[in-house]
């Protein structure tokens, strides 16, 4: 089906971002898509940070602790979190991978995350807490990544702003109402000093790049308009393995 669809015009041009998509411990194409954003833009300190890390085995930053990175997860459920000191107890041990366990709101993701970095300045940060996703990315204007992997809900055209009201005590129910549209996440981007570059082919994580290091290297106009995916969870698949580097 991927294929498929990469056959339409919309996908010719060679700087679209969904020709490179690759699962290894994403949830769909993710990891193809990081890893091309980095060999365009270069890696500085191979430090990332995600928010809503799930158990470790599918997430955006897996493949990236595989390959030598280091960083944080932050993740409010203990059986995630159990799950995560099983699969990773070696790069927990030798200090690559920390780990929180908390439940992740606007008014304490930067607390929770800023002391746990050398230095607000780092490589990547993936950011998925279901409703209030937009508030906390909102609430991290003081981490500075190079780039920013944030889910939208697909729900809503590209060019429609709509934001799910913030809730610190309310998490995802289930339904549609979660998080924000492309669009405002294209907004609240841009006065971080991002530009949306991409979106994965299935409509779940759209990647945003410090307008600075973008160029001319990936597909403009940088907005919704231009890179809104559908929601095709359909093409989600389930991770095969941990992120184990150890048997």
């Known amino acids: 089906l991927t294929h498929e669809l990469l056959q339409q015009p919309r996908y010719a041009d060679p700087r679209r971002l969904a020709r490179f998509e690759h699962q290894a411990f994403s949830q769909g194409g993710e990891d193809g898509a990081i890893r091309e954003i980095f060999r365009r833009i270069g890696e500085t300190n191979r430090v990332f940070v995600e928010l809503g890390a799930g158990n470790g085995r599918e997430n955006n930053t897996a493949f990236l602790l595989c390959q030598g990175w280091r960083g944080v997860w932050l993740d409010g459920s ?3 979190c159990r799950a995560i000191r099983a699969a990773c107890s070696g790069e927990i041990g030798d ?15 930067a607390s929770l995350v800023m002391p746990a970095l050398a230095s607000p300045e780092i490589d990547i940060l993936s950011l998925d807490v279901d409703r209030n996703t937009y508030h906390v990315w909102a609430a991290l204007a003081a981490l500075k990544p190079r780039v920013a992997v944030v889910e939208y809900n697909a729900l809503f055209p590209a060019d429609v702003v709509w934001i799910a009201e913030y809730d610190p005590a309310k998490w995802w129910n289930g339904s549609s109402y979660y998080g924000a549209s492309l669009k405002a996440l294209e907004e609240l981007g841009a006065r ?4 949306l570059v991409g979106c994965d082919i299935a ?28 929601a095709r969870y359909y093409l989600h698949r389930r991770a095969a393995h941990p992120p184990a580097l150890h048997d």
Do not use: Q, W
């Not at 200090?95 to 993701?109: F, H, K, M, P, S």
């Not at 971080?192 to 530009?195: E, F, M, S, W």
């Open 78 to 80: 203990a059986a995630n």
């Open 95 to 109: 200090g690559r991978l920390g780990l929180i366990e908390a439940a992740i709101t606007a008014e304490n993701a």
């Open 192 to 195: 971080l000093g991002y530009a």
């Open 203 to 230: 409509g779940v994580n759209a990647f945003f790049v410090r307008s600075d290091l973008c160029a001319d290297k990936f597909c403009t106009p940088f907005d919704a308009e231009t890179h809104y995916e559908p």
